[in-house]
């Protein structure tokens, strides 16, 4: 489990095809510590096994299912920039929301609207996923834990504060980019268990 709160950005050193995997090489200065071989990290809001640890970095194996369902497949090219966090330590404190590294659907921004040292960033939902983003609740966007402050047919916005546009890959948002999503985990138990008793 994760919290949305980045802990570092990391730059992808190389993302090459073999076999059936996209072996994917992410150079990274504080997260390796800790990080064990076999271990979970959240890249760009997606949970990865790291499969080789080094002091500078480390390296994952991403499955046709992975790049299927995230934005990895347009965005993994040496150079770029990546969010990381590692996993919630069961003594530690949730300071974003409950983040689970499992991409819910790929958005597209809209655009990122400067406003003095903070940011509105709108993002295109996928379809699907609108029912689950409420204003003033929580979404990852990139594996950032961002609040929803405004909703609208197939869009939401979420105001950027400095450090997160300092700190996060976000700062960098283009229009036109696909971004990864993870709605609130609670909304859809919420649905599914209204589901079960209502049918509707």
Known sequence: MFTGIVEEVGRVVSAEQRG????????ARRVPEGLELGGSIAVDGCCLTAVAVEADGFTCELTG???ARTAFARRLKPGAPVNLERPLRADGRLD???V??????VGTVRGLSRQG???ELEVALPPGLERYVAEKGSIAVDGV??????VGPGVFRATLI????EHTSLGQAQAGGPVNLEVDVIA?????????????
């Open 117 to 119: 040292g903070s940011a």
């Open 65 to 67: 299912e992975t790049l």
């Open 145 to 150: 834990s961002l609040t929803v402050t405004g």
């Open 162 to 165: 400095p450090y997160t546009l």
């Open 96 to 98: 974003g929301h409950i």
């Open 20 to 27: 059936e995997v996209l072996v994917l090489q992410v150079e």
């Open 188 to 200: 859809k138990y919420v649905e599914r268990l209204l589901g079960g008793v209502g049918g509707r």
């Open 100 to 105: 689970q590294g499992h991409v819910d659907g």
